[in-house]
């Protein structure tokens, strides 16, 4: 009985340990995102993705597949996208399945600009993605924008 319970508890602090990993791994796809985003290396944005991987980006656009994904970064990175900020500041992880993630993300984006140039305001929104580990490396299956609204009792 004594070497089941250790054994349970190995069992667990070892799950435990990879659990952690797997967070931190997710938490650098994350960062690697925002630091091409920043860069403008739509290329690398994309190559974050499944090949089969799907996007819906904030104004409606869809994509399904890395490249019209990266196709949907460079349109939004040659105009209202360019030369922004994109800042994550809370990334929350929740392991479905030792191969599957749901990241939720709150993000802002500094320094966009409208259709004719002007500067516009900030892009505060959130981000769902699903991350499915293939080869030993998470790669983005779908993700999901969504901008904050009011509250309808800030609306009145």
């Given at each position: 009985?004594?070497?089941?319970?250790t054994?349970?508890a190995?069992?667990?602090?070892?799950?435990?340990?990879l659990?952690a990993?797997?967070?931190?791994?997710?938490?650098?796809?994350?960062?690697?995102?925002?630091t091409a985003?920043?860069k403008?290396?739509?290329?690398?944005?994309a190559?974050?993705?499944?090949?089969?991987g799907?996007?819906?980006?904030p104004?409606?656009?869809?994509?399904?597949?890395r490249?019209?994904?990266e196709k949907?970064f460079v349109d939004e990175h040659?105009?209202?996208?360019?030369a922004?900020r994109y800042?994550a500041s809370?990334?929350?992880v929740?392991?479905?399945?030792a191969d599957?993630?749901i990241?939720?993300?709150?993000?802002n984006?500094s320094?966009?600009?409208a259709?004719d140039?002007s500067?516009a305001p900030?892009?505060p929104?959130?981000?769902?993605?699903?991350?499915?580990?293939?080869?030993g490396?998470w790669m983005a299956a779908a993700a999901?924008?969504?901008?904050?609204?009011?509250k309808p009792?800030e609306?009145?």
């Amino acid at each position: 009985m004594r070497i089941l319970i250790t054994s349970l508890a190995l069992l667990s602090l070892f799950s435990t340990s990879l659990l952690a990993a797997d967070d931190q791994a997710l938490k650098d796809r994350v960062n690697e995102f925002q630091t091409a985003w920043n860069k403008d290396d739509t290329k690398a944005m994309a190559a974050l993705w499944t090949e089969d991987g799907s996007l819906v980006n904030p104004f409606g656009a869809t994509a399904h597949g890395r490249s019209e994904i990266e196709k949907i970064f460079v349109d939004e990175h040659s105009h209202a996208f360019k030369a922004t900020r994109y800042e994550a500041s809370e990334v929350k992880v929740q392991q479905v399945t030792a191969d599957v993630a749901i990241v939720d993300i709150t993000a802002n984006i500094s320094g966009v600009h409208a259709p004719d140039g002007s500067a516009a305001p900030d892009y505060p929104h959130h981000v769902v993605w699903v991350f499915v580990k293939k080869d030993g490396q998470w790669m983005a299956a779908a993700a999901r924008p969504y901008q904050f609204s009011p509250k309808p009792s800030e609306t009145k």
